[in-house]
């Protein structure tokens, strides 16, 4: 493989790497940081500063797994490292 093709292909997996770190960060640390002011907001009956930090993280990073996994293939796709199978 060309270097040139590497350094495209890690360009692209840094950038997809950062963006699913910053969507981490900001339901790992963000909405519980307002925690106190999201419970002043009641969704089917729970105050939602305890749903986000009960479930909604939750959700979140399972669909942030599956989102990183698609993109990843994409981009391994495109660069020519895709896995055969």
Do not use: C
Not at 27 to 47: C, D, E, W, Y
Not at 68 to 85: C, L, N, S, T, V
Request: proline share 1%; hydrophobic share 55%; aromatic share 18%.
């Amino acid at each position: 493989m060309s270097s040139t093709k590497q350094e495209a292909w890690w360009a692209s997996t840094r950038g997809l790497m950062i963006t699913a770190l910053i969507v981490w960060f900001i339901f790992s640390f963000g909405i519980h940081m307002f925690a106190k002011t999201l419970n002043t907001i009641v969704v089917f009956g729970f105050p939602l500063g305890f749903y986000m930090a009960a479930q909604g993280s939750l959700i979140v990073f399972v669909a942030l797994l599956f989102w990183f996994a698609g993109a990843q293939d994409k981009i391994d796709r495109e660069h020519g490292f895709a896995e055969e199978g």
